[in-house]
């Protein structure tokens, strides 16, 4: 290593901002607009399916009859499972209900324009049928069907983009130890790293996304991540690579830190995971979120956020310039949970009626309005109201023109009366809420 890597490999590991990062860290010498029209279907989309499903979600938050603590997918570390006690699992891992073209029918009534599932997850467990391994979908289990290369197809079947999430972190691995050097034997998991990576990305079409995971682990640093990112390019260079190709500051994962955490310059894009960042970040970020309390199938986690709940933090999210990665844990069946599908389904109705909000959208003219947020794009403005006012909405702060207002989900887009000073727009406003979670009222700025 020389100086430089020295610098951003402490860089790295400093708790927060990576002083340093910004100008030691170049992977590609890509231009500003080759990245934009890189990351412009992203920018769009704003809407995804995140997928946790593997010998995880047969065990379903429970071993021997006990219920294991905290996310599903990770019952082998916390349940102190004896590995081959848990890869016992793949015998019964025989999901005959699974339907690669539900699931993706699901996702795009959902409004959700990208779908992003675990191909390897910590446990090493891959869903695709890897040549470097046995312990796959297909050699391990009595159902021998790669599901990745099925639910790539149904992708491109029903015109959703593909992605997978792939952990660096490998419990199973020989190479894998939870120490500092990088030695010969987790230079052999590098390796058998890069080639099912090199597999994923020549033998299941255009990955949209790669969402890379477990790069805590001490021996994991900015070198390798860079190396590894230019590998990955060079196989798709349009793929889009989240931040976790490289390390992250340690208090990524906290809050209040983001304003401090939130700038690597690895990957395409930040992951704030389970919470979205107060600020704006300084550039593309996703944040990944659960239905309920964990990512993999837990049978007895019922502790589901409403559909309306989960609208506000899409237009949150929306509002700062963000992605929205909304998780399902499918059952060891194959099937997503009911409680999943309903919820999805109810986002999907809001979607339907108000997605031009959403979609391509970046934050409107006011920063967190008592009664909601604001997002905008091409000559529109859109109000988002979180709290229905009993009689007119008075908007301060808009120091625009307006030339029509109207309710977003009114497919006749029948003028709302408006009168408009210096400061202050008062718009005459229906009795009800046109939807719940949020409803939106669109103003033009140019006269159409
Ligand atoms: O340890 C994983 C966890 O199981 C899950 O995959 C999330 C999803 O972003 N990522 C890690 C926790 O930060």
Known sequence: MDVKDILVEINSRLPFYNLLAKDLY?????????????MAWWREARFGMFIHWGLYSVAAGKWNGIPIPHYGEWIMHNGQIPQRQYAKLADRFNPVKFDAGEWVGIAKKAGMKYIVVTAKHHDGFSLFHTKLSKYNMVDATPFKRDVIKELADACKDNGMRFGLYYSQLDWLHAGYSFIFAVTPK????????????????????????????????PQWNMKLGAELESFCRSLQPNVIINNRVGKRPILCMVPWAAPFTMNTTCGDFETPEQFIPEHIPPRDWETNMTMNDTFGYKENDDNWKSSGSLIRKLVEIASRNGNFLLNVGPTGDGVFPEKSVEILSEIGNWMKNNGDSIYGAVGGPLNKPSWGRTTRKQGKIFLHIFDWPASDLVVSGINEDIYNAYLLSDPARRPLNFKKSIDKLRIDIPRCAPDSGSSVIVLETNRV
């Open 26 to 38: 170049e992977v590609t010498g890509e231009s500003r607009e080759a990245r934009d029209e890189r």
């Open 186 to 217: 987790f230079r052999k998991y590098l390796d058998f790293m890069k080639g099912q990576l090199e597999e994923l990305l020549t033998c299941y079409g255009p990955i949209c996304e790669l969402f890379f995971d477990g790069e805590w682990m």
